[in-house]
């Protein structure tokens, strides 16, 4: 079987099998998963969509600024995420080293996936 070509469909299928793998460790394992790991998932799906959408638009209309783009993208997944842990943590979080390691897989799940998008991306350099 292979993936599909669609960047879109590979993140939902990213993310269909992350959402499988928690439901599993909820059942197995309760005391790892935060409570808000749905708004977590959530947030992290969202943030990839647009920045996906983001990326793919500059990418069409500024092809020779490759490496800017990407770049860009890395800064805005960073200040997003933190200003969500920020969001979430300010009104008296429990249990916040829970939430920001279980913030912290999902965003290195994330974080994988563009790396692994990103290198399939790639045309080789024919100089």
């Known amino acids: 079987m292979t993936l599909p ?3 879109h469909l590979r993140l939902l299928f990213a993310t269909a099998a992350l959402v ?4 599993i460790l909820q059942f197995v394992l309760p005391v ?6 749905w708004e977590i998932i959530g947030f992290m799906v969202v943030l990839s969509f647009l920045i996906s959408l983001l990326n793919s638009f500059l990418l ?8 800017q783009i990407m770049v860009l993208a890395m800064i805005l997944r960073f200040i997003a995420s933190l200003t969500f842990i920020g969001i ?14 279980d913030f912290f897989v ?19 350099i024919s100089k």
Do not use: G
Request: hydrophobic letters at 60%; zero cysteines; glycine letters at 0%.
């Open 88 to 101: 979430e943590v300010w009104p008296q979080m429990e249990n916040i080293i829970l939430f920001i390691a």
């Open 20 to 23: 499988v793998l928690i439901v």
């Open 60 to 67: 069409k209309n500024f092809a020779d600024s490759f490496f």
């Open 106 to 124: 999902v965003f290195l799940f994330y974080l994988v996936f563009d790396i692994y998008t990103f290198l399939a991306n790639l045309r080789p």
């Open 32 to 37: 790892i998963i935060h409570p808000k790991i």
């Open 5 to 7: 070509k669609n960047s």
